[in-house]
């Protein structure tokens, strides 16, 4: 795939296609300040917008500032910043909000940040009331390319990570590429950890395509990140519309996953960025399909640079290999107390299975830190 081909017109869309549940993803520079953006909504009287301490003071009044012709009141809520805070005691400040302003069943709420807004306020739109519509204004990286992205909605509990939610999809995806200019480089190396994953499970091209722009996508070239931002997107939406609520398919999207959440509830929510355990987590992932032959050590070696391109860990916290099997013993996709790994079965093709105990652990000793 050629650099020119990254070329693309100030605004680009992507349908994922679920039937009457079916929404676009727009994606381009300026999008917050377009009424065009936020257009063809349900028809209500109130929207409650729902940010973070951190991204709030950025972009809430820009935001607001759009909706005012299309809603009589607008309402804000503001929850703590951070992973740590995913839970039950965060989501009731947003229950609290919808209740103490009397939002009712035509409330169109919006997530206004990155992963833990757009999760907490989707699982709120799907319970309150049994379900109001939301939208995403994802302002990180890795919410544009995953987790705004497909209808996931959950917070943590302290076994284990998104145990608690639904599937709840979006009326829209607005990603502003000029948003991610105020995000911190380490936000933005863990948003490329999604990035990359799209790569090995199902597109060599922009394997290649990442390897080459990666230091483009670290300067934060807008070109590059709109690219790969449409990129990741269409490949979300072409596994999401194919298998919705991950019966199957859309498993391979946890690649890395399984391993990253156990290093984030091992280390306890906030000390790894999600991306960082999810980066960490592919090499661990990738080690594993080739000491099962799925891949070469070459592969593993390839994708591992790349990762360690875009700053993050390559190497695991030594939490105990007992420990990471105790903690992936819960992810949702085990069965019967068997983990189930999403592994490389070929370069740009995904399988999930179950690999021996005895192997992982050996595994994880070799790529985690010391004591």
């Not at 990254?6 to 349908?15: A, C, E, G, N, R």
């Not at 807004?117 to 709120?124: E, I, N, P, S």
């Not at 790894?272 to 592919?282: I, K, P, R, S, T």
């Amino acid at each position: 795939m050629q650099d020119t081909e990254t070329s693309l017109p100030d605004i680009s869309s992507v349908k994922i296609d679920l039937g009457e549940r079916s929404y676009r993803i727009d994606i381009g520079s300026a999008l917050l300040d377009q009424a065009a953006s936020f257009s063809d909504l349900p028809r209500a009287s109130t929207a409650l917008i729902v940010t973070n301490t951190q991204v709030g003071p950025l972009y809430e009044v820009r935001l607001r500032t759009v909706l005012q012709g299309q809603f009589k009141q607008i309402h804000t809520v503001v929850l703590p910043d951070g992973e740590e805070h995913k839970g039950w005691e965060t989501l009731n400040l947003i229950f609290n909000a919808l209740l103490q302003n009397g939002c009712d069943r035509k409330t169109v709420m919006f997530a206004l940040g990155g992963g833990v807004v757009g999760d907490m306020c989707g699982y709120a739109a799907a319970s309150y009331m049994r379900g109001v519509p939301f939208v995403q204004v994802p302002t990180t990286l890795l919410a544009q390319v995953d987790s705004s992205v497909g209808g996931k909605t959950a917070i943590n509990h302290p076994l284990g990570k998104n145990m608690i939610g639904a599937f709840y999809q979006p009326q829209r995806v607005v990603c502003d590429i000029d948003l991610l200019s105020t995000l911190p480089e380490r936000e933005l190396s863990a948003g490329l950890a999604e990035v990359i994953k799209y790569g090995p499970i199902a597109d060599l091209d922009f394997l290649d395509w990442i390897e080459t722009n990666i230091d483009s996508l670290m300067a934060r070239d807008p070109v590059a990140l709109t690219y790969a931002v449409r990129r990741s997107c269409e490949i979300k939406a072409w596994v999401v519309g194919q298998d919705e609520r991950e019966a199957g398919l859309r498993a391979i999207l946890n690649f890395g996953h399984t391993f990253g959440h156990a290093i984030e509830s091992g280390l306890g929510y906030g000390a790894w960025l999600h991306g960082e355990a999810v980066g960490c987590g592919m090499v661990m992932a990738a080690t594993l399909s080739e000491r099962l032959g799925l891949i070469d050590s070459g592969f593993v070696k390839r994708l591992t640079r790349l990762i360690q391109r875009a700053h993050l860990p390559t190497r695991g916290p030594n939490l105990g290999a007992e420990r990471y099997l105790e903690l992936m013993r819960i992810d949702k996709k085990s069965e019967g107390g068997e983990i189930k790994f999403v592994l490389i079965n070929r370069p740009g093709s995904a399988t999930v299975r179950a690999a021996p105990d005895a192997l992982v652990a050996e595994m994880l000793g070799e790529c985690c830190t010391a004591s």
